[in-house]
């Protein structure tokens, strides 16, 4: 008798007799895909070719830290580099809440309808310790993350700023290598990453909001005379006679500026990105100075110096990471911090003392 249940004598439910063995392994299972490792040669011909699947993996092998990541990604960045260049780049900052998210999309979409192709990166200082993005989610640009012509990336996360922009100053050789015509790099207006998206891209767009009538104390002077368009969002309904005056306001300030390096005389414009009002408008004067910029030569000079900028770039945070990784100096930087602290040598004897101690551990290899 399986089971008391079963017994004639039992007057409750009976037990079926079902399945005694159930098989240990889910028969339904599919054998796991294996992801295709590639070549840095196929990786540059998928690149080439548009493929968006493997420009996606590149770019990952281009925000890892692994070592052997690194290595491949150089090649693929170097491959792509004859590419690359082609497209307009333009750096969108805006404290949180401006508009970012919804005037990309509706920016975007703009673009998209004119049959171009577009990526949108972000450089976001704030995902390092949050660990978590603000910027750059897919979600956050509903129409645009639809398109097959748009690619969204969210900032790497990984490093320091300095880390996080190369990563996306590279990013951008591999989407152009891919096509893409036009690349967004969006950050948020509260600090030093606008200076690292200055320096990779065209045109910098500085989203501000109208409403307190002090407008232009929130912003840094700084950022303000990086800008070659100021734009005012959330003109729409009650709003649009704020919006107007702010304009006003933004005009007046920069007309206190130095004239810029460009020649170019920033423009303020109103423009709802929630409603697609203005936006054409937008675009008219990023091709205004694209035109103006190329004509009188600035725009090569400018991806000129970029390219420099990030050379030295480049030398510094290899130099760092060298340093900073060296076992020699690994060994002794604690101690040698503690003699700082108890006065028991100057800082920049301490500091001396610690290069010329890498100096003479890379000698000796
Ligand atoms: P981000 O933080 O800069 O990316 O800003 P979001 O795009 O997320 O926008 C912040 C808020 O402002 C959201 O609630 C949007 O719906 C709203 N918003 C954005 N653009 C406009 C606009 O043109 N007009 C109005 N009225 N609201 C807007």
């Known amino acids: 008798m399986e089971h008391p249940e079963n017994d004639d004598q039992y007057k409750g439910l009976k037990v079926n007799k079902g399945i005694s063995d159930v098989p240990t392994v889910n028969p339904y299972i599919k054998k796991r895909v294996q992801r295709k490792v590639y070549t840095p040669s196929e990786f540059v011909d998928g690149i080439l070719k548009g493929n968006i699947t493997i420009l996606s993996q590149a770019v990952t092998l281009v925000e890892s830290s692994k070592h052997e990541h690194q290595q491949i990604a150089q090649e693929i960045i170097e491959k792509c580099l004859p590419f690359a260049g082609k497209s307009v780049r333009i750096g969108i900052t805006g404290v949180p809440g401006a508009g970012k998210s919804t005037s990309i999309d509706s920016f975007g979409m703009h673009l998209i309808n004119q049959g171009r192709k577009l990526a949108v990166l972000a450089i976001d200082p704030s995902s390092e310790r949050s660990k978590g993005s603000i910027l750059g989610d897919k979600t956050r640009m509903e129409t645009l993350s639809r ?31 891919a096509g893409f015509d036009t690349v967004f790099v969006e950050t948020v207006g509260v600090g030093q990453s606008e200076t690292a998206v200055h320096s990779m891209v065209d045109f910098f767009l500085l989203i501000q909001l109208a409403g307190t009538g002090d407008e232009l104390q929130g912003i840094k002077r700084g950022i303000m005379e990086m800008a070659d368009g100021i734009i005012i969002n959330k003109a729409d309904g009650d ?52 035109e103006f910029t190329k004509k009188n030569g600035y725009f090569n000079y400018k991806r000129n110096e970029q390219a420099k900028y990030w050379m030295y770039e480049s030398i510094n945070d290899t130099l760092r990471d060298k340093f900073y990784h060296n076992p020699a100096v690994e060994g002794m930087l604690e101690q040698t911090e503690k003699q700082v602290l108890n006065n028991e040598i100057s800082s920049f004897v301490a500091a001396k003392r610690m290069i010329d101690l890498f100096l003479d551990n890379i000698a000796a290899k």
């Open 147 to 177: 398109e097959k012509n748009a690619f969204i990336r969210p900032s790497p996360s990984a490093g320091s700023l300095g880390g996080v922009a190369r990563k996306t100053r590279e990013t951008i050789v591999l989407c152009e290598a």
């Open 239 to 290: 709003n649009i006679d704020k919006a107007n005056l702010a304009a006003a306001q933004f005009r007046n300030a920069l007309h206190l500026f130095p004239p810029s390096e460009s020649g170019w005389f920033p423009k303020v414009l109103t423009y709802s990105g929630y409603y697609n009002l203005g936006i054409k408008e937008i675009w008219d004067m990023v091709g205004e100075y694209m």
